[in-house]
């Protein structure tokens, strides 16, 4: 087992993983929603619970803010399903669309740059309740 999981590259790789697996549980649900077979029905059900693993996981390690760990885990999602429906479902982005892909690309950039401002304490009531969560 890895020795710190607060590592940086760590912090990353489930980062990507996160995005990867949930991305993958949306592709695998539209594939059972166009084809009727269960079997991509499953896949997806139990690829999604590992994402939301890892994402407990992201969020017990890392000291990012829990909507800064959505949105950067998220962006990876996306690009996923955007390449997919792209490369494999012949699906084509519109203008707009693709300014909100531009916006999410400036949305990593900016809480990344940003997460130096939240190596601070928490707030009071929040220290409250991750120190009730440990006692349990």
């Not at 590592?7 to 993958?24: C, E, F, N, S």
């Not at 669309?97 to 009531?125: Q, T, Y």
Request: hydrophobic letters at 55%.
């Amino acid at each position: 087992m890895l020795s710190d999981p607060t590592d940086p590259w760590l912090v990353y790789v489930l980062l990507v993983a996160i995005g990867v697996t949930g991305g993958l549980g949306d592709i695998w649900i539209f594939k059972w929603a166009k084809s009727n077979n269960t079997l991509w029905l499953v896949l997806a059900c139990l690829i999604w619970l590992a994402s939301l693993i890892l994402f407990g996981l992201l969020l017990k390690w890392d000291s990012r803010t829990f909507s800064a760990a959505f949105v950067l885990s998220t962006v990876f999602h996306v690009v996923l399903v955007v390449v997919c429906d792209m490369v494999y479902f012949g699906g084509r982005l519109t203008q707009m669309e693709w300014v909100g892909v531009g916006f999410a690309a400036v949305a990593v950039i900016l809480l990344e740059l940003g997460r130096e401002k939240h190596d601070e304490p928490p707030p009071p009531a929040a220290a409250e309740f991750a120190s009730e969560d440990r006692q349990q």
